[in-house]
Nanobody, 122 residues
């Protein structure tokens, strides 16, 4: 089992930045691919970004490419999502997820956090 806890959400003006963190505990985390997802009110959850267990590969949704950066520090069992040039349409609950599958980018995730709210005002 892996427990994931997100933090770093909040309220920010359009054009601003936030950095989300996903702290893992439990099973060895440095062999798990990790992703970020988001869900806005009334919308389905959507993929944002993913990073391979080693950090050697990343993958982004087109909507965030060039603005968001996913990274990880396996020594700290933490994955980050740096979000720059935020837009009101980025407002959502952001979730991190992990999987020990070998496919990258992953199509399924086994473990999910509880989410952190990001609100971007115009």
């Amino acid at each position: 089992q892996v427990q994931l806890v997100e933090s770093g959400g909040g309220l920010v003006q359009a054009g601003g930045s936030l950095r989300l963190s996903c702290a893992a505990s439990g099973r060895t985390f440095n062999t798990a691919a990790t992703g970020w997802f988001r869900q806005a009110p009334g919308k389905e959850r959507e993929f944002v970004a993913a990073i391979r267990w080693s950090g050697s590969r990343t993958y982004y949704a087109d909507s965030v490419k060039g603005r968001f950066t996913i990274s990880r520090d396996n020594a700290k069992n933490t994955v980050y999502l740096q979000m720059n040039s935020l837009k009101p349409e980025d407002t959502a609950v952001y979730y991190c997820a992990a999987t020990y599958g070998t496919t990258f980018p992953p199509s399924l995730y086994d473990y999910w956090g509880q989410g952190t709210q990001v609100t971007v005002s115009s």
